[in-house]
T-cell receptor
Framework: RKEVEQDPGPFNVPEGATVAFNCTYS??????FFWYRQDCRKEPKLLMS???SGNEDGRFTAQLNRASQYISLLIRDSKLSDSATYLC????????????FGSGTQLTVLP | NAGVTQTPKFQVLKTGQSMTLQCAQD?????MSWYRQDPGMGLRLIHY???????DQGEVPNGYNVSRSTTEDFPLRLLSAAPSQTSVYFC?????????????FGEGSWLTVV
């Protein structure tokens, strides 16, 4: 079983739709959680950190459910520019060298 | 504002050849690392460095060497290339070793070993 699992998709949604991704992690000792965005043939870039209380950044909302060991990313009012692969990232310790990346969920927003 | 610069962007190697992927950052970051990304898998850590003169192995270090003679540079050497090393390689850096520091990735190096 992978340590961090994501539905690979692809998710194809119309512009303006709301879409949600889940990511499950196996290590209950995991402490820090992030969502990265990766455009096709580009490098990953930090989208947002995920806090226990949940956090929002514009159209993006991230939530953490420690009891069920999953994190989620909600995108409201999808834009064409949101088309990308979204990577779930988890770390057990607070160390950058112990980041575990999910394989990503592909999103395509259609006009 | 260069950030993390990787070269080359594309490379084709024959089995058994050696090569070096270059990585440089201009942000005075302590922490640098190399990842590989394969289809259907997340990024996997190859080697990392917490400062000049200090390197350590990540999850998949076999077949690769690194060195960190300066803060800025962190080259990755493939000693004897194998087809299993066909992958996309990303160099990354961050200000410190805490996962709370934003990690900046280079644009990637696409390597094919034939």
């Amino acid at each position: 079983r992978k340590e961090v699992e994501q539905d690979p998709g692809p998710f194809n949604v119309p512009e303006g739709a709301t879409v949600a991704f889940n990511c499950t992690y196996s290590n209950s000792a995991s402490q820090s959680f992030f969502w990265y965005r990766q455009d096709c043939r580009k490098e990953p870039k930090l989208l947002m950190s995920v806090y226990s209380s949940g956090n929002e950044d514009g159209r993006f909302t991230a939530q953490l459910n420690r009891a069920s060991q999953y994190i989620s990313l909600l995108i409201r009012d999808s834009k064409l520019s949101d088309s990308a692969t979204y990577l779930c990232v988890v770390t057990e310790s607070g160390s950058a060298r112990q980041l575990t990346f999910g394989s990503g969920t592909q999103l395509t927003v259609l006009p | 504002n260069a950030g993390v610069t990787q070269t080359p962007k594309f490379q084709v190697l024959k089995t058994g050849q050696s090569m070096t992927l270059q990585c440089a950052q201009d942000m005075n970051h302590e922490y640098m690392s190399w990842y590989r990304q394969d289809p259907g898998m997340g990024l996997r850590l190859i080697h990392y460095s917490v400062g000049a003169g200090i390197t350590d192995q990540g999850e998949v270090p076999n077949g690769y060497n690194v060195s960190r003679s300066t803060t800025e540079d962190f080259p990755l050497r493939l000693l004897s290339a194998a087809p299993s090393q066909t992958s996309v390689y990303f160099c990354a850096s961050s200000r410190g070793t805490s996962s709370g520091n934003t990690i900046y990735f280079g644009e990637g190096s696409w390597l094919t070993v034939v």
